[in-house]
């Protein structure tokens, strides 16, 4: 049964909770909170499969990995080692505001139709979450990631295409979110590594929020960058990436083409809110490529006090 709390519409018509930007649902219901809009909508998970409740890392990891679709709630804090591969129809659905994945990370490798949402990842021994070869139709919502983590908190690399990364949380990272691995795999990644990032919150990490190559269009909107301390968005390598509707606050690099070794991207920066910060569009190269999708951008003005009363866990209850 589905509670009716204030609302506004925030894109293509979606309905979502004004204060947590989510429709709430009553205990009891197991499925994921809402839906996903820019590349990855349509992404279903586990669907109406009944819902498990797992409170151990093994119990976690055979259910993640089963051929059959699922519905899985975490509950509590569960401990995994290395990356745990997640099958296809799968949703990952942490309990409350204190549930979560520690130790280890979730590898979506290949699959399809995978939705990751309310949870808490603490002290990955690699990446928290690794998407790779191919995968379509993900969506990443309202996580928290911090805490001591080895490598990038939510990298997407190896021709995955149709993602959503939307609400989370980044905190005290370096190296945040990687979109396309190599330079030198621009054979398996052209037309692909089309992901919308949106309503995220960056809590003074260091840098790629994202990095990307070969992806576009990718769309980077209404996400709040609050003490990045090296740089926000870069574009390289005939990627094209729109960055709009941000507000960016002591971000001295908000966003600019090219990085390391790796030569520019196409970057067009528009209706972007910079406090105490400064992005650049010099040395650009290319064109961004249209959306495919529409969606309503919420001015950038208002996006930090949205995000951070939005964005983490303990939205989805």
């Not at 051929?67 to 942490?94: C, E, F, P």
């Not at 080895?150 to 990364?165: C, F, Q």
Request: proline letters at 2%; charged letters at 15%.
């Amino acid at each position: 049964m589905r509670k009716s709390i204030a609302r506004r519409t925030l894109a293509g018509g979606l309905t979502v909770a004004a204060a947590a930007a989510l429709t709430v649902w009553a205990a009891g219901t197991a499925s994921a909170v809402g839906t996903p809009t820019g590349y990855g909508a349509g992404t279903t998970g586990g669907g109406n499969a009944t819902p498990i409740t797992v409170t151990s890392g093994s119990a976690l990891i055979s259910a993640m990995q089963s051929s059959s679709a699922a519905v899985i709630r975490i509950s509590g804090m569960v401990s995994i080692s290395g990356m745990q591969d997640v099958g296809s129809n799968k949703t990952l659905l942490g309990v409350g505001s204190g549930s979560g994945i520690t130790g280890g990370g979730l590898d979506i490798d290949g699959v399809t139709n995978v939705i990751i949402q309310n949870l808490n990842f603490r002290n990955w021994s690699d990446d928290a979450i690794n998407v790779q070869d191919a995968s379509t139709r993900i969506w990443i919502d309202h996580n928290d990631f911090n805490f001591n983590g080895a490598d990038g908190a939510l990298d997407i690399k190896r021709a995955s295409d149709n993602i959503t990364v939307s609400w989370n949380k980044f905190s005290n990272h370096d190296k945040t979110m990687l979109l396309g691995h190599s330079d030198s795999n621009g054979s398996q990644d052209r037309g692909h590594l089309r992901v919308s990032y949106h309503h995220n919150w960056f809590n003074g990490t260091n840098q790629r929020h994202p990095r990307v190559r070969f992806g576009n269009a990718v769309h980077v909107f209404n996400n709040y960058y609050g003490g990045v301390r090296s740089y926000g968005v870069a574009s390289t390598l005939e990627a094209g990436v729109l960055v709009e509707g941000n507000y960016f606050e002591n971000t001295s690099d908000a966003y600019h083409c090219g990085e390391g070794s790796s030569p520019p991207g196409a970057l067009v920066a528009r209706n972007n809110t910079l406090v105490n910060s400064s992005g650049s569009t010099s040395g650009c190269t290319g064109s961004v490529r249209a959306l495919g999708y529409s969606v309503a951008i919420d001015p950038s003005a208002n996006v930090k006090s949205i995000v951070m009363n939005g964005a983490g866990v303990g939205r989805v209850a």
